[in-house]
């Protein structure tokens, strides 16, 4: 069985397999099934019941027979009030496991979501009971979350025991070392089956050269230069990563434009907030089928108008992007507008191969465009005082719609938005009970 990102187990183990065919002869020679049915149930179903049953009741769980065991060292979500008492004798019970989630708040926790947002194994306990001796058993481990993103500066970082530790870990294909103030290329330059690394706002110096299969890598941070130190990612290190599709320089400081013109194989880049790089080498970039420019001041028209290829784009809090380069991108699928104040109706109109829209507090787009995109399937519309029911209502595909503080989306519209899967309503007190009963296909339906 394949494995699913989240979805299923590891393989199931050869004991089990030999169970299951041997029970399908009895010893009277016929064909009859005796496997008990619990047994026969999906990984998906059984992944679903460890992460909603109470912690305590897994452990019961496990010790029920041999199989059970298995299925929950495989995969068990953990809650926080288990995470700050764990320790290496609780963590060896999921050897088997290739994804752990260690999830819970710590601290004041940026816009309370959990402190961990990857699936992973993440020693990120307050008192450090996560030590060298469980680590080394964990070599399975394809995804590590070492996340120490706190509200205000980190507190909990890599200390020099897992620095060493993490270097034995060389089965790991995506690790997350954001927020980290101690990393260090000792562990790092070990990990050359990474293809997915997360540096964000880590503070070290690192040089990535060795680290050549790298597809995904996330740079994000306000990284600065001081005299001849350079606190962040080696820039040089940056260009000679070929295989490079994914890169997140948002706040980043220290990649060059030279170094952006050499990863010729990106296909996603994003630069909110950058202050570097420019449009000299992001035209070269031809084949980009995501670009973020969230809050950027640099790239403009002459540039993305190139980006024929692209079908995500973010725009939010650009005002420096118009309707010159937009319309050049007509195979645009998903676009981003919030906070904007420069494209208007005449562009936005001819973009109909749009399926996903955000107009969060966006002052300039009405019905007049919005009318056109038929082909909508999400749309944000949260603090929106431009677009009417005139134009939702002929929206009928779409199945992901955000109202929050919304004062002009009534009844009427929504009603007939009978696809809708995803609503939401917070802060707003027109959309009533009478138009939601009718969206018999609601699944999700936030309010306040």
Known sequence: MQECDDITFKKRPEWWLMNISNSNSNSNGSNEDNTPEFARLPDEVWKNICVMVDFRDTIMLSSTCKWLQYVKSTHTHIPYEFVSKMCDDDLVQFTHAKRIILSGKIGRVIKHQPYCIIPSLCCVCPNEPITEKSMNLMTNLTHLGLNAHMNFTPVYNLNPMEDQTLSLLTNLTTLDLSYNYYITNRSLNCLTNLTDLNLAQANAVLDLTLLTNLTRLNLVGKYHVNNDTVNGVNNYSVSGLANLTSLDIGGNDIVSNQTVGRLTNLRTLILSDNRVITDQNVSLLTDLTHLGLSSNRNITDLSLSRLTNLVKLQLSDNHIITDRSLCCLTGLTDLDLRYGATITDQCLGCLTNLEMLALTSNHTI?????????????????????????????????????????????DKSVSLLTNLVELGLMYNSNITDKSVSLLTNLTNHSSC
């Open 366 to 410: 009405t019905d007049r465009s919005l009318s056109r995109l038929t082909d909508l399937t999400h749309l944000t519309l949260c603090s929106n005082r431009k677009i009417t029911d005139l134009s939702l209502s002929r929206l009928t595909n779409l199945v992901k719609l955000g109202l929050n503080d919304n004062w002009n989306i009534t």
